[in-house]
């Protein structure tokens, strides 16, 4: 869509502003040892479950260049975390891990065509399954996703999701607003698919975008995991239908390491945060 605002509700100005300070401190605690001893310790002794947040795979930044991550960028995060852990299929991310280690699951907001023609290639190279949530009314439109396209990429192992019919922040919208842009974008997916609809993410996501009513809602429809926006990791204590999530903007390997490594959720860097 035209007018998606940065994933963290920010403008997309102090999003970015965000980010090339997170590229610097990523540097400093690359450098004094901090991201690789996270990493070391998710990988081999603790367990870590992230969701990881993608939009559009492209070359473009014209648009919205705070959701683009180039086909370049988004191979070598790939390779990256497929070298570090295990893909899990979204729909399997809140059973109980076999084993120590990381483990990543892949999501695409919007439905954008180039989850096609330039994520499609990367995902099955490394195997990866995903989920991509798709904006109904967007289905077959220029730029976005159509059946043929869904049904091929389902063929692959990726999962389809809801993600409303039209994109609005649902903490603005009354019960019955909120009820119709779930149910119509769910029963749409459901139709284009083939199978039931049961992975839904809510369009910006954050707590007062998402709003109170949304998750029971979004619960009535038969959806059974539905993902924000909100930092973190999957835990035994996440709602179903609150899941955290991490957003993923164009970004050297120094910062998505540091993204990923659970740095930015720990309490002395949510401390200097403040
Ligand atoms: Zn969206």
Redesign the pocket.
Known sequence: MDR?PSPSGKSPDRYADAWRKGAWVSWVLLLTGVVPAFLIWHRWFGSRTIVLTYHKITDDFETTPEIVVTPITFRKQIRFIRALGTFVTPSRCLDLPARKGMRFVITF??GYEDNYTNALPVLREATAPAAIFL?SSQIGNEGFLDAGQIDEMQSHGIEFGA?TVS?PRLADLDRDGCELEVRQSVQEVEAVVGRRCTLFAY?YGKPEQVGEIAPEVVSNAGVELAFTTINGPITAECDAVRLPRIGIRECSLVTFAARISGVFESRAMRFLKR
Request: no cysteine.
């Open positions: 998606v907001d919007d904006i993600h994109h369009p």
